[in-house]
């Protein structure tokens, strides 16, 4: 049953502070009810809609009851050929209960949830936002019987083991490994505490935004933009307030190499934001920490207050906020609006967030790996980035590899690796498909592996995941389809309602139901859709299908050989042309 | 206001500078389709996306875009045309537009757009999507199977105290309308009024006043969108 609570402590808080509360009553109610909503809009003077419009586009909020405690496994493709499915019935064995519902003790709770950042170490769960990696039956047994016993999932996993290792610092004692199979000398130096800030304070801020721009330094989420350029434009706006803030919602399926960074170099990424602040003239920085990363707040936390007490981070105020679930938010406006307390829909650009950003104010998100970088280029100069690399791509770049490689994990190449250098070094046997970039990017097969990883040939957010000569491509394209179902905020026409359309399509045709003319729709319909959509989700998603069928034309036209021959294609320009010219008289 | 030259499919226009371009177009009488979008609106929406043209070979929401200075955008092109459609055509699939039944055919904007676009019918299939109505409230009945999503509700319409009496709720595809009971009980008639009016669709309506003008008299009946042309 849903706990009660006692509200009138949140009175008079803020707007911006909403997500935060309603983490604070999910997870001791374990669900926000419409009487707990109604009574908080009380204590914050919002209106109740307010608050359900909030609650309702999080993946981890409820309106119903989820449970004491919260099991939610990882839906992503590599968990899925990792046996994730004898890992559910397990569970849903045990649990006496199916996916979305209570066990029959009424109190724990078996949900789904897109990657959870785990694809090196599949297939993974989150308990109560505690990490439970590499599950087998015999785990998920263990679990769910210490689970109805009252032990904590901290417990738990404590007693399962940490991970390899290499968490060096004592406050991310999780369960995970880091897995860092390939280590470059651009990310993997000794870290010298206060390095980088000191040495950015040497300078004056536009000497430090030179030396980024000098080095070449372009985004690492994904899109590229050149981080030196962006800083520019913050520094020369003149404004009352400027904000600072680190993408760290790590969503794209595949990739977790922020995961690593903050843990490992948690440290230097604070001094990269330090900087960032010092360049452009800001007081103020969040680190947006999606939910599913929840077990790395502490040690965050932990670490700027370590760096505040070394007097590193003088007038930079700095903070964790996290996310509630939802891709969406990895979108950098739809970031801020997240990190203002409102459901994660992306803003209209322009206005950019470096003019009009958090509260109206310049604002800098940049991700987790640019500010680590940034933070090298200060403490090493421009030539460590800028020495290695293609024209466009400067630097390392940090992959993340998952799927049918003997070493999943961390991986650290300069941009221009080609992918059949990739695939041998990570140990690919027998590499059918190439998934780089996750699914908003670009499938590949055997005919492109002599292409580079760069922003100029493929780029990609760190993501990469390959898949065997066993594997259904179908299978593979039908959960990237309904991720972008599942995440699409909803906000525009052609993402809402035509990532459903090509979804469905494409099941057509993988039930060897569609007929020769659906492989043409499925191209059109992919390009108006990406054509028209309002951020980078929608425009994006039909790559997994236009870019699939450029690569595995053959597998396409095979699913529809044995479509009816004697069906024919009703021409509709043809039936309604007599009205057309009708109409036009 | 400064003026300055754009280029519409190859045709110098001088129009002002920082203006909303589908205004600024509709000065020089070519009129971009828009949903969400209407004259007079200050800030705009850029949900529907049925403006869309290319701006400097991008493609992009005209209603979401200020002039500027030597601007080039195309228009009237077929691919342009055919994306348009497409978006007008995803919008009936989604939702359950019976229109020879429905109390706003003739003032609804979506329809509009649709016969001005001589769309016949859907490329994609329907989705025969499954919505709730809300007829609980006092003034107002909430068809949801005819709602576009197009925000205006949510973000433009307020109460006599100046109060939100529409939102969103749930995300993507299982996006939906909805209204705050206490606020719209609270509605004047007039207010009432305003939000049905408001609504491009016949997703708002006043109850008992879906048909209080004929069919025949309608405002896309009296005077289509071709007629502006
Ligand atoms: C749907 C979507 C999801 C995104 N997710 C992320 C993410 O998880 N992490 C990230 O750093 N950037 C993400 N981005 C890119 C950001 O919008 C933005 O470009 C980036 O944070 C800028 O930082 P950078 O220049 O350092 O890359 C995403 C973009 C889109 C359209
Ligand atoms: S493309 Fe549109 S619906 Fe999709 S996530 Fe972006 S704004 Fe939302
Ligand atoms: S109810 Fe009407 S105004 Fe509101 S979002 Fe739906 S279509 Fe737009
Ligand atoms: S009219 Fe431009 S997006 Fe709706």
């Known amino acids: 049953m849903q706990q009660a609570m006692d509200l009138t402590r949140y009175k008079g808080r803020q707007r911006s502070e909403l997500i935060e509360i309603l983490w604070d009553i999910q997870k001791s109610c374990g669900g926000i009810s419409k009487q707990l909503q109604s009574s908080l809009a009380e204590q914050l003077n919002l209106s109740t809609s307010t608050i359900e419009e909030v609650v309702t586009f999080y993946h981890f909020f409820s309106e119903e009851y989820r449970g004491k405690n919260q099991i939610y496994l990882d839906t992503s493709i590599i968990a899925q050929h990792r046996g994730m499915k004898e890992i559910r019935e397990t569970f849903e064995k045990e649990l006496g209960s199916k996916i979305g519902g209570l066990s029959s003790c009424g109190t724990i709770g078996l949900f789904e949830t897109a990657c959870i950042g785990m694809s090196d170490q599949s297939p993974a769960a989150l308990i109560d936002f505690v990490p439970f990696p590499k599950l087998t039956p015999k785990k998920v047994e263990i679990i769910v019987k210490e689970l109805k016993a009252g032990v904590s999932a901290k417990e738990i996993a404590k007693k399962f083991g940490l991970g390899d290792g290499a968490n060096a610092s004592k406050f991310v004692r999780t369960p995970v490994c880091n897995n860092i199979q390939k280590k470059g000398d651009v990310f993997f130096t000794k870290w010298k505490k206060g390095e980088a800030v000191s040495s950015a304070l040497s300078k004056k801020p536009n000497e430090v935004i030179d030396m980024i721009t000098a080095s070449g330094l372009r985004g690492r989420g994904g899109a590229g933009f050149p981080t030196g350029m962006k800083w520019k434009i913050a520094s020369e706006l003149s404004a009352d307030q400027k904000y600072i803030v680190c993408n760290a919602d790590e969503g794209e399926p595949g990739t977790f190499k922020d995961r690593l960074l903050l843990t490992e170099f948690a440290g230097l990424l604070i001094e990269g934001m330090k900087v960032a602040s010092y360049a452009v003239g800001a007081d103020k920085g969040f680190i947006y920490l999606r939910a599913e990363y929840f077990y790395l707040r502490d040690h965050l936390e932990k670490q700027i207050k370590d760096l505040e007490s070394k007097g590193l981070l003088k007038d930079f105020k700095l903070k964790v906020k996290m996310g509630a679930g939802a891709y969406v938010c990895g979108e950098e406006s739809a970031l801020l609006e997240s990190l203002e307390g409102k459901r994660g829909e992306p803003r209209m650009k322009p206005p950019f967030p470096v003019e009009v950003g958090l509260f109206g104010k310049p604002t800098i998100v940049n991700n987790v790996e640019t500010f680590v970088l940034a933070a090298q280029v200060m403490r090493y100069g421009p030539q460590h980035l800028n020495k290695m690399g293609t024209e466009k791509s400067k630097g390392p770049r940090l992959l993340s590899i998952s799927g049918d490689v003997e070493k999943p994990g961390i991986y650290e190449f300069p941009w221009g690796v080609t992918v059949a250098e990739v695939l041998k070094i990570c140990g690919a046997k027998n590499p059918k498909i190439v998934q780089v970039g996750g699914p908003s990017g670009t499938c590949i097969s055997k005919n492109d592996f002599v292409r580079q990883l760069a922003f100029e040939d493929l780029p990609t957010g760190g993501s990469f995941m390959v898949f065997d000569e066993s594997r259904d491509l179908f299978e593979i394209l039908e959960n990237f389809m309904q991720f972008f179902v599942d995440e699409s905020c909803g906000n525009c026409t052609p993402c809402r309602a035509g990532n459903v359309i090509l979804r469905d399509l494409l099941k057509k045709i993988n039930l060897g139901k569609a007929r020769p003319s659906d492989l043409q729709k499925m191209i059109d319909w992919g390009t108006l859709v990406s054509k028209t959509s309002r951020c980078g989700l929608g425009m994006s998603s039909p790559n997994v299908l236009l870019t699939s069928f450029k690569s595995f034309e053959d597998e396409f036209k095979n699913k529809i050989k044995n479509s009816d021959e004697l069906f024919f294609d009703f021409d509709e320009e043809k039936a309604t042309k007599e009205y057309r010219e009708f109409h036009r008289e | 206001m400064s003026k300055i030259d754009i280029t519409v499919d190859g045709v110098k226009f001088s129009v002002p500078e920082n203006i909303n371009l589908v205004e600024a177009l509709s000065h020089q009488g070519i009129q971009v389709p828009t949903l969400c979008w209407y004259q ?190």
């Not at chain 2, 309608?218 to 289509?224: H, M, T």
């Open chain 2, 40 to 229: 007079g609106m200050d800030e705009c929406l850029g949900t529907c996306r049925v403006c869309t043209v290319k701006v400097g070979g991008r493609h992009s929401a005209a209603c979401t875009m200020k002039t500027q200075k030597d601007m080039t955008i195309e228009f009237d092109t077929d691919e342009l045309k055919d994306l348009r459609r497409g978006v007008i055509e995803l919008l009936f699939v989604e939702g359950n537009h019976y229109c020879p039944s429905c109390e706003k055919s003739g003032d609804c904007l979506l329809q509009a757009q649709a016969q001005d676009m001589e769309m016949t019918h859907s490329r994609f299939p329907y989705e025969f999507n499954n919505y709730d109505l809300d007829f609980s409230g006092k003034n107002i009945l909430l068809e949801r199977n005819r709602c576009v999503h197009c925000k205006r509700c949510t973000e433009l319409f307020s109460d006599d105290e100046g109060h939100k009496v529409f939102s969103f709720i749930g995300k993507g595809a299982e996006t939906r309308v909805v209204f705050d009971h206490e606020r719209e009980k609270k509605l004047s008639p007039h207010k009432a009024k305003e939000a049905m009016d408001l609504c491009p669709v016949g997703a708002i309506l006043v109850k008992g006043q879906g048909f209080s003008k004929p069919y025949g008299e309608r405002k896309y009946e009296k005077e289509p969108l071709w007629e502006k042309k």
